[in-house]
């Protein structure tokens, strides 16, 4: 097969293939056949927050080649592709506020904004913000950018258990997404609230993807009414592009390799509409008779609104995962904050023994069963990690190596009286494009991890030296 010239963009593969293109144009990418702004200019992004943070003096490798015995031994396979982070700290290691100090929600706000933070009456629930989190600058700045304005979604805001353990008394502790604060907001008009109903978030992607094409196809109206019918009535939007596909195999001549990689794209993605309902039915409580039929679905159906049992949850944050892995490799956004907690977590790990809230293991000192309720949200990070990977990006670079992934969480706790916002175990993954060099430990000597948050931005194409309060700041620290 010769060479197109010039290369093709995904705006080209729409006007002949429409909604097809989207799986069509990763191939042809990765055979050095089709043009878009290139990841190592404009990395993919993700804010993975896992609520309260990994105790330090458990998390304390002395290399990541042996992880064994601690709360991340789950991200072993991954080691050379993480960087972790001793000795970083939130805030300078105190509260950052208008008047009374908290460490819970110092910590998830300073975590994602490194910024200052309000309160409307003396507890972590009545927290806010007026600042920008790294995501929504990150997205931003994509949005921005006219060689990104193909980009349909500047970025996807994700959640399962995306709740503080009081979120009747106030919800100060439960967000992680803020834009900066505009006139006539209302006190939380600049959270960004998380979508915790993967069916949502798969109706949000096609019906993005399928905009995108309407505007650029040549012959739109016909695929978009079937494609919206496919949703209404929660049908396969897979079946209505597998003539396309098989079209364009035929026209760009795709040898064995690359035919099968389309073909495991195509599977992928029926993956996703199949994943979820027998899944989350599983862990529901309620009773099954043998008479009531499995109702198929063909997109995913997890919910993750007020829920706090890990067991329950572990399914939806599946299928998130496998969400954020279809508009990565769609090219649908570049940006993904996901929420698995909100600060003060209530959530509970019952299969593993786990009954008591993890917000209380924290007051009552209990160490072993944090250690242990930890690990659930390594595993997490490490399915992220492995569906990252498994993305082909061309030139034999992964999705993994063109993200910048950094896993965050808040304060931590020994006691009723003890919350710190020193010493918190970050944790980063991938290789932001080809800038970062992963599988170590570095020695943060109190620096904050407003440092972290400019090497990100800095990768996505922010040249600032500053994040956050620049009182914080002392430049990139990777």
């Not at 990104?148 to 439960?174: E, M, T």
């Not at 944050?317 to 508009?327: E, G, V």
Request: with cysteine.
């Amino acid at each position: 097969m010769s060479r197109h010239s010039p290369e093709l963009s995904r705006r080209d593969l729409i006007k002949s293939f429409g909604l097809s293109a989207l799986l069509i144009h990763p191939v042809l990418r990765s055979m050095a056949y089709a043009a878009e702004t290139p990841l190592e200019k404009a990395p993919r992004y993700v804010m993975f927050f896992k609520g309260g943070s990994y105790y330090p003096s458990r998390t304390n490798p002395t290399s990541l080649t042996n992880l064994v015995g601690t709360p991340i031994a789950p991200l072993q396979a991954h080691a050379s592709d993480l960087i972790l982070f001793k000795n970083m700290n939130i805030h300078g290691g105190s509260p950052k506020s208008d008047g009374y100090k908290e460490e819970h929600a110092a910590g998830v706000i300073g975590c994602t904004t490194g910024n200052s933070y309000k309160y409307s009456s003396n507890d972590a629930y009545f927290a806010y913000t007026d600042n920008e989190s790294i995501d929504v600058r990150i997205a931003n700045h994509y949005k921005s950018r006219p060689d990104l304005k193909d980009v349909p979604i500047s970025s996807l805001h994700l959640g399962g258990g995306a709740h503080s353990d009081a979120d009747h008394v106030g919800v100060g502790s439960r967000y992680i997404s803020f834009r900066n604060r505009v006139r006539g907001d209302t006190r939380y008009g600049n959270a960004i609230e998380p979508i915790q109903d993967a069916g949502q978030v798969y109706d949000m992607l096609i019906k993005a993807a399928n905009s995108t094409c309407t505007a650029q196809s040549n012959k739109p109206d016909g695929d978009t009414a079937k494609i919206n019918a496919a949703l209404a009535r929660r049908a396969s939007v897979v079946d209505f592009i597998v003539s396309d596909i098989k079209a364009a195999k035929m026209k760009f001549g795709l040898d064995t390799e690359h035919a099968h990689k389309l073909d495991g794209l195509l599977e992928s993605w029926s993956q996703t509409e199949r994943s979820a309902r027998q899944a989350v039915a599983g862990t529901e409580a309620a009773p099954k008779s043998k008479d009531t039929p499995c109702p198929a679905s063909a997109r995913p159906n997890g919910k993750g609104a007020n829920k706090f049992n890990l067991d329950q949850l572990s399914p939806v944050h599946d299928q998130m995962i496998q969400l954020i892995k279809l508009a990565f490799e769609t090219d649908l956004t570049r940006v993904v904050a996901f929420t698995l907690s909100g600060a003060s977590s209530g959530q509970t790990w019952p299969s593993r023994g786990i009954h008591k809230a993890h917000h209380t293991l924290e007051h009552n000192g209990d160490v072993d069963s944090l250690v242990k309720i930890d690990t659930y949200y390594s595993e997490k990070f490490a399915s992220l990690l492995t569906a990252l990977k498994s993305i082909d990006d061309g030139g034999g670079k992964t999705g993994l190596y063109n993200s910048s992934v950094v896993l965050g969480m808040e304060c931590w706790s020994n006691s009723s009286s003890g919350h710190y916002l020193t010493n918190i175990p970050f944790v980063f993954a991938g290789q932001g494009g080809g800038r970062f060099k992963t599988g170590r430990i570095v020695n943060a000597g109190g620096r904050n991890n407003n440092d972290l948050h400019i090497a990100c931005q800095n990768a996505a194409g922010i040249a600032s030296d500053t994040f956050g309060l620049p009182s914080l700041c002392r430049g990139a620290i990777i």
